[in-house]
């Protein structure tokens, strides 16, 4: 697919600091931001289905639909229009999220869920995935105190989660950053804000549009 955009995603386990990182990305390089699940109005009733902890489970396969569906639409709804504008867009979680979390965390088979996404995005890959790379133990400290139904799972999980997440990014270094997400936000954010423009460069300007105006999303 041919755009004239670039996308990028922020990965991690939760509670490692990747919505903070997206904003600080997104507000630095006048882009787009956005995040998943829950970016647009079917996918805040699909993230409420995903991740409530009052509601019904999803079966293990329910739950990569839903996550499939959610994407499809965020493709549709605000991706892709931003992409074909020009501008770039930064996103809170993207495709990786799956393989880690309903690939390794989960168990589902990787090469199925990977046509599943390659289907609901249209075959859009990220340009650059960043992964803030923290211990599970020091992502649980800095979580909230209503855990989600996917935070609330055991440390097992969120184990397995971030070593797919290293596996997917040691079989493609060339589509992703390993940045460590322990030190100070301040420090995180220039270690990402240089990785992205030394494997990027900056944004061209967009015509019809005022520099400066920050990026918009969610």
Same mark, same amino acid.
């Given at each position: 697919? @041919?755009?004239? *955009?670039?996308?990028?995603?922020i ?8 919505s ?13 931001? @956005?995040?998943? %699940?829950?970016? @647009?109005?079917?996918?805040?009733? /699909?993230r409420?289905?995903?991740?409530? %902890?009052?509601?019904?489970?999803? =079966?293990?396969r &329910?739950?990569? /639909?839903?996550? &499939? ?10 991706? /892709? ?32 869920? +990977?046509?599943?996404v ?20 020091? =992502? ?8 989600? +139904? ?20 040691? =079989? ?21 804000g240089?990785?992205?423009r030394?494997?990027? *460069? ?17």
């Open positions: 697919m @041919t755009v004239a *955009g670039r996308l990028i995603a990965e991690g386990i939760d509670g490692c600091g990747k903070t990182q997206a904003r600080i990305l997104a507000e630095g390089l006048d882009a787009v931001l @956005t995040h998943e %699940p829950g970016a @647009t109005a079917l996918g805040r009733s /699909l409420s289905l995903l991740l409530d %902890p009052g509601g019904e489970a999803p =079966a293990e &329910a739950e990569a /639909l839903l996550m &499939a569906a959610d994407r499809a639409q965020h493709v549709a709804d605000v991706v /892709l229009p931003a992409l074909r504008s020009g501008r770039w867009v930064v996103t809170d979680r993207f495709s990786a999220s799956t393989f880690a979390y309903q690939g390794y965390g989960r168990g589902l088979p990787l090469e199925e869920l +990977r046509g599943l390659a289907w609901a995005t249209e075959g859009l890959s990220p340009d650059l995935q960043v992964l803030v790379d923290v211990e599970p133990s020091l =992502a649980r400290g800095r979580a909230g105190t209503t855990p989600d +139904r996917l935070e609330a799972l055991d440390g097992s999980f969120h184990d397995r989660v971030r070593h797919g997440y290293l596996a997917l990014a040691d =079989a493609e270094p060339d589509r992703w950053v390993v940045v460590d997400g322990a030190g100070p936000v301040e420090e995180v954010a220039v270690a990402i240089r990785a992205v030394e494997r990027l *460069g900056e944004p061209d300007p967009v015509p019809g549009r005022a520099g400066g105006e920050g990026g918009a999303g969610s």
